[in-house]
């Protein structure tokens, strides 16, 4: 399985992102889709996740600014970034769980950089 992610870039306080991770390879159906982000000095931590029904879960910090959406027909998992704010900042990684025996699988994106400055 390969996750790859696109979207990042550089954009100004208050602006938007989409970033989108797409899975490839041999993918029967994949449970959970996620976004995590790690900044410079600091722990991966979880920014949003999405179940295949589409029940979703943020990382208080970006309430109401960020919203996951995964689109099951192509294995693609979407993060809408609104509202940038420079704690913002960091690399941002998609998280894919696909069921496996005796335990899922958990495949990890390369990264995108979200750079938020003026």
């Known amino acids: 399985v390969q996750l790859v992610e696109s979207g990042g870039g550089l954009v100004q306080p208050g602006g938007s992102l989409r970033l989108s991770c797409a899975a490839s390879g041999s993918i029967s159906s994949i449970n959970a889709m996620g976004w995590y982000r790690q900044a410079p000095g600091k722990e991966r931590e979880l920014v949003a996740v999405?179940?295949?029904?589409?029940?979703?879960n943020y990382a208080d910090a970006v309430k109401g600014r960020f919203t996951i959406s995964r689109d099951n027909a192509k294995n693609t998992v979407y993060l809408q970034m609104n509202s940038l704010k420079p704690e913002d900042e960091a690399v941002y990684y998609c998280?894919?769980?696909?069921?496996?025996?005796?335990?899922?699988?958990?495949?990890w994106g390369q990264g995108t950089q979200v750079t938020v400055s003026s």
């Open positions: 999405i179940t295949p029904s589409g029940k979703t």
């Open positions: 998280n894919v769980d696909v069921p496996g025996w005796p335990s899922d699988y958990v495949y």
